[in-house]
């Protein structure tokens, strides 16, 4: 087994501005998600949503890396993944609420939320879509000559599919500047990774693959940072792709309106006490002496505002008008 | 004198002079080159039927050879069209693209819409369609309804050299994604191309045969298959017009309605099966908007409602042949809407 991180470290590379808006990041996700399990309660709320809260780390801990020019393909769990790429908050917002200022001018929704403009390829709707397109993101970036990668963000089922194994293959044979983020969240929809990942371990398959692999904890976001610092400067000198297999919760179910039978009494509770991304971010950074409290506190004022906004902003918003339902579909036809 | 070449030069051509034109393209599929990794020759192959032989020596590393994994290349090439290259990948046979559907209709064919109009998939997939190589079931299906089927996709049939290189350079300057289908029986077709770049328009269908009796309307080989049955009629007096579709998505709506408007008379000849496919779609579109001018029921000539047979046999009677085109349109001829009453005579 190579490496496997799995103790709090912090990252040097990180000065104090890097710090606070990693936290900001993670706290802007964090209420982003928590507002819409209220709001998507009160029905107000269209669809099929899947939150990402509890994953935070593992999101900034790779996006915190990487340019605009970057490229990462995301999951049906994605709203975690736009915002660590820089997607307006409010165009997310009001594209959940399906209304015409929607990033998508409302016609993708929570499943294909994307900004094409800031590299962001996109939530899915099929789990395991995203790795072949990241191979051809990548490819493109190859091609360009410059040190662009691309990232594929999938989760424990999605680790199951052949597409996954099959850009692994591809990654490798082509050498190509991708980077396959597993988000081990423990369940594939109500089913255990315990269960449906044979040998356990996703590292293991990518070295199969002869791809460089590591397993860190996903709610460390120091641990993920450092993984993934390593696997996209090595994909941005020419050293191919690599593996990042984050184990990690969330704390949610797998859809709003999932009951949840299947994890244990108190499961999510404890987690958030004990392994809660944040706080554990916070409490190292203030420790350290690297935080005040009070700057902290500052960040999450102005992130309660910026969703507070977005909410409001989203709810006001016309939705589209009914001659969208024609356009886009081709660019010229 | 123009020049003549197959139809399968008509298409590497095409691919040269684009990629010699544009560095964003890139061609990549299963022995596009071939011999990648061996102590043999390199460029062996150039595709499974030799279509892409000599782009590698020419442009390198533009023309990427891939492992057999259709989700991986074919997302690859989505996923590489969407960040600014024009990707022509090849994918073997058609029927191959049931292992890799996901990445066209769920993926390609959509993001442009659910992305609110920020993307551009730029992508053409070449692919090889059509029966008679005894090849079987597996490897001789003509699926470009399938395709027609998704809002997002273009689907491209040529039928002539000609029209295979100005519809193939049509395609890759096209920014939406399109499925080009190349029946593997009009391969060496020859025809005249000319030496210089050119294209045809997407949804043009094109007049083959002037006739005022029959509309036949039909798209790839069966357009030959057409032309042979509206020769055998004409000898007895009955003028056939025959349409080649050329695209089936966007489709020529107006040039099949202009002619049955003229003619009276449709028949639709194509090489898959009967449901759901580009015969009863035609069907459909004459029977809503050239209704009145119809003097007879519609005729379908298609393949049965089966797999592709192997034995030869078999497979010959599967495709509509000309003596069958002919015979639905001679049906159409002899149709009488009231037949004179049993008891007159």
Not at chain 1, 193 to 198: D, E, G, H, K, L
Request: negative net charge; contains cysteine.
């Amino acid at each position: 087994m190579q490496t496997e991180t799995q103790s709090p470290s912090t990252t040097t590379s990180l000065d104090k501005q890097d710090l606070l808006e990693a936290y900001r990041q993670m706290k802007t996700i964090r209420e982003f998600e928590e507002r819409i399990h209220v709001e998507f309660a009160k029905g107000d709320i269209p669809g099929f949503v899947h939150l990402y809260a509890g994953e935070e780390a593992c999101a900034v801990g790779v996006c915190t890396h990487l340019n605009r020019g970057d490229y990462i393909a995301s999951t049906h769990r994605g709203h975690g993944h736009c915002i660590a790429k820089g997607v307006d908050v409010h165009g997310m917002m009001a594209e959940i609420y399906g209304k015409a200022t929607g990033v998508c001018r409302g016609k993708g929704g929570s499943m294909h939320i994307a900004d094409l403009d800031l590299g962001m390829m996109g939530a899915n709707g099929i789990v395991g879509g995203g790795p072949p397109l990241v191979c051809g993101a990548a490819l493109a970036l190859k091609q360009a000559g410059g040190e662009g990668v691309a990232i594929a963000f999938v989760g424990d089922g999605g680790s199951n599919q052949g597409t996954t194994f099959e850009s692994m293959n591809l990654a490798k044979v082509w050498n190509l500047p991708a980077i396959i983020v597993v988000e081990d969240n423990g369940y594939a929809e109500a089913t255990s990774s315990n269960y449906t990942v044979a040998s356990g371990s996703n590292a293991d398959r990518a070295r199969g693959f002869g791809l460089p692999a590591v397993r860190v904890d996903g709610h460390d976001f120091f641990a993920v940072h450092e993984a993934a610092g390593e696997a996209i400067s090595r994909a941005r000198t020419g050293g191919g792709p690599s593996l990042i297999e984050c184990k990690v919760n969330r704390y949610y179910g797998h859809f709003e309106g999932d009951a949840q039978t299947y994890r244990g009494p108190d499961e999510v509770k404890k987690l958030r006490e004990t392994r809660d991304c944040i706080s554990n971010f916070a409490r190292q950074t203030i420790d350290s002496g690297q935080i005040e409290p009070s700057e902290l506190e500052a960040i999450d004022r102005g992130v309660m505002q910026l969703i507070e906004s977005s909410v409001a902003a989203a709810r006001q918003a016309a939705k589209p008008e009914a001659a969208e339902l024609l356009t886009d579909v081709y660019v010229s036809y | 004198m123009a020049r003549t070449i197959t139809f399968k030069q008509a298409i590497n051509e095409a691919l040269d002079q684009e990629m010699g034109r544009d560095p964003t393209v890139l061609v990549m599929g299963e022995d596009v080159a071939g011999g990648q990794g061996t102590q043999g020759e390199m460029d062996a192959w150039g595709g499974v039927l030799g279509v892409t032989k000599g782009l590698h020596p020419k442009y390198g590393d533009r023309v990427m050879d891939t492992p057999i994994s259709e989700s991986a290349f074919v997302g690859a090439a989505i996923g590489a069209a969407t960040a600014g290259m024009r990707p022509v990948v090849e994918l073997m046979f058609n029927d191959f693209l049931g292992v890799c559907f996901d990445q066209i209709y769920n993926q390609a064919a959509k993001f442009k819409y659910m992305f609110g109009g920020k993307a551009q998939t730029p992508v053409v997939i070449r692919t090889i369609c059509g029966a008679g190589m005894r090849a079987a079931a597996q490897h001789s299906q003509s699926l470009y309804a399938i395709f027609t089927h998704i809002p997002g996709l273009k689907c491209v049939v040529p039928s002539t050299p000609y029209d295979a290189k100005g519809l193939l350079i049509e395609s890759i300057r096209d920014n939406d994604p399109v499925i080009y289908f190349e029946h593997k029986q009009l391969y060496q077709m020859e025809g005249e191309v000319p030496e210089e770049s050119y294209t045809i328009p997407m949804g043009e269908a094109q007049i083959v045969r002037e006739g005022g009796d029959v509309t036949i309307v039909t798209l790839g080989e069966m357009v030959h298959r057409s032309i042979q049955a509206a020769d055998e009629l004409a000898k007895t007096g009955v003028e056939c017009e025959v349409i080649d579709l050329r695209t089936t998505s966007p489709l020529d709506e107006d040039s099949v309605i202009e002619s049955v408007e003229s003619t009276g008379r449709l028949v639709v000849v194509d090489e898959a099966t009967p449901r759901c496919g580009m015969a009863t779609d035609i069907s459909a579109l004459v029977a809503q908007k050239a209704f009145g001018s119809l003097k007879s029921p519609i005729e379908m000539v298609t393949a049965p409602h089966t797999p592709v047979p192997f034995a030869d046999n078999l497979e010959d009677l599967y495709k509509p042949d000309a003596n069958r085109i002919a015979a639905a349109a001679r049906s159409v001829m002899e149709y009488q809407a009231w037949a004179p009453a049993s008891s007159s005579s």
